[in-house]
């Protein structure tokens, strides 16, 4: 990822869309679990047996990561409502 320089690249999108929407967080989820069947495809780049045991052991974390990202955005959105009520 920060070979190809994604966070430098990503950190501009989420500066504008914190001047637009006063709060902006990215969550990062990688080695994705493309296919649900390797056998229909004709893909050799990845290793399907080690593709279902990343996402045996990092998709629920990354579900939980996405969870937890939702609420803060939620609350970080509840607070600048209520100030912009107070005014």
Avoid: H, W
């Amino acid at each position: 990822m920060e070979r190809v320089e994604y966070p430098k690249i990503l950190s501009v999108n989420e500066r504008a869309l914190s001047r637009l929407f006063g709060t902006c967080e990215s969550m990062y989820s990688m080695d994705m679990y493309p296919f649900n069947d390797y056998s229909k495809y004709d893909v050799t780049m990845f290793d399907p047996k080690l593709k279902a045991i990343t996402r045996e052991n990092q998709f629920s974390i990354d579900c939980q990561k996405a969870f937890d990202l939702g609420i803060r955005l939620i609350m970080e959105a509840t607070k600048q409502k209520s100030k912009e009520d107070s005014f």
